[in-house]
Structure formats: C-alpha cells, structure tokens
C-alpha cells in the first residue's frame, strides 16, 4: 500500500548539536520528495527537496538524504537551534496523474536551549 | 502576494450544521486541495483540483463537498457538520508538476 512513516515520533536536542530526523516510504512510484516543517499554530512550509534521481541535495543548514535501495529519507539540520522546534513532515510525491502527495505522520523536534 | 488564505481561522459548530470554509491563492497556482490534520496526526488529504471546473476526491471525502468555479478559490462545504470533523483544515495551493504546496494557516473547527 501507501505509506509514509517516520521511525521517532519526537526528537530531543541540545542547542548547537546536528539533529537527523528519518523517515520511510514504500511507493517505488514517487518521484519527488519534500520535507516540510510545521511550527505551532501554523501551515506546514517547504524546507527542502529531492528529486529520485539525486541521493543527496543540501540547503541552508539542512541536508536530505535519499536512499531508494532500502526507501529511507532522512532529513539533517546542522547547529539546531531553538527556531527549528517544530513538527517536521516528509513527504513523497507520486508519479501518477495529479501527482498525489502523501504526507508522514510527524516527528516533533525540541531543542533544549 | 497574500500567499494562501483562509478563513475563519477559529469555528465551532453543532451536530447537523452545515458551513464553508473558504480558501484562496493569488498566485495563480493550477492545482488547490484541502487537508485535515487531527491531533498528533499528518495530513490527509479531503479533495483537489487541478485546474477550475475540475475536483476529485482525496482519502477522507465523505461528508465534504467541493468546487472550484475559479482559479482563485476553492471553498469546501460541510454538509451536516459531525463530532469526527473536528480537526484543524488546511488549503493548499502548487503550480503543476511535482512541487512543493504552499499551505495556509488553518482552520480550527470544532463540533460539539
């Protein structure tokens, strides 16, 4: 079936420390791949992307990894800090018609200041 | 731009009532859906469109109904508000192809 899920639902962090937050899919099928993050009381908002072909694709402080053999997605944000608390989705984007998005359940990041 | 807006932001209902959530994007974006998110959950997805004219129906349909007469709007009416339709309703908005949504910033409904 479809599915989207991530393997910690929440995430403690000290303060300048490297977070990694994971994530599995298991649609061969998806093409693109977005991880989102959601602060409290807000829409969720585009971080970053890959597109299937790339393993590996870096931002601003933040890195996504891909791994299609084993379908596994994790996202990497360097020197966390307080601002990056907040509930991180991954996503994956289906190669069909209307390109379907599939979001995971979540994970909760705390940084401890 | 405003981005993608929605209102109301805060709604309670009582069984059996009906309303419309409303939502719009100035960015001229082809495909538009509506998402609810329940306490400690993802997002499913309720309907979409992909261009004005045209809607189809996402996981969790029932009890929702939609259309898109504009580019600009895509309002999702309940019909017969339920306790279970608690939930915080999200709209989004992309251009086509596989990019990334632009969300809004919710409705919170209850239904008592």
């Known amino acids: 079936g479809e599915s989207v899920g991530l393997h910690l639902p929440t995430l403690s962090v000290q303060e300048g420390d490297n977070s990694i937050i994971n994530c599995a899919y298991s649609?061969?099928?998806?093409?693109?791949f977005i991880w989102y993050k959601q602060e409290s009381g807000k829409g969720p908002q585009f971080i970053i992307d890959?597109?299937?072909?790339?393993d590996k694709r870096q931002g601003q402080r933040v890195t996504v990894l891909l791994n299609k053999t084993v379908k596994h997605l994790s996202l990497q944000i360097a020197a966390t800090q307080p601002g990056d608390s907040a509930v991180y989705f991954c996503?994956?984007?289906?190669?069909?018609?209307?390109?379907?998005?599939?979001f995971g359940a979540g994970t909760r990041l705390f940084v401890k200041a | 731009n405003a981005g993608v807006t929605q209102t109301p932001k805060f709604q309670v209902l009582k069984t059996g009532q009906s309303m419309t959530l409303q939502c719009a994007q100035d960015?001229?974006?082809?495909?538009m859906s509506w998402y609810r998110q329940d306490p400690g959950m993802g997002l499913r997805l309720i309907h979409y469109?992909?261009?004005?004219?045209?809607?189809d129906q996402g996981e969790v349909p029932n009890g929702y109904n939609v259309s898109r007469s504009t580019t600009e709007d895509f309002p999702l009416r309940l019909l017969s508000a339920a306790p279970s339709q608690t939930s915080v309703y999200f709209c989004?908005?992309?251009?086509?192809?596989?990019?990334?949504?632009?969300f809004g910033p919710g409705t919170r409904l209850t239904v008592t």
């Open positions: 989004a908005s992309r251009s086509g192809g596989p990019y990334e949504q632009y």
């Open positions: 649609n061969s099928a998806s093409d693109y």
């Open positions: 890959i597109r299937s072909n790339m």
């Open positions: 996503a994956e984007i289906l190669n069909t018609g209307g390109f379907k998005t599939i």
């Open positions: 960015m001229n974006h082809e495909y």
């Open positions: 469109s992909v261009g004005a004219g045209i809607t």
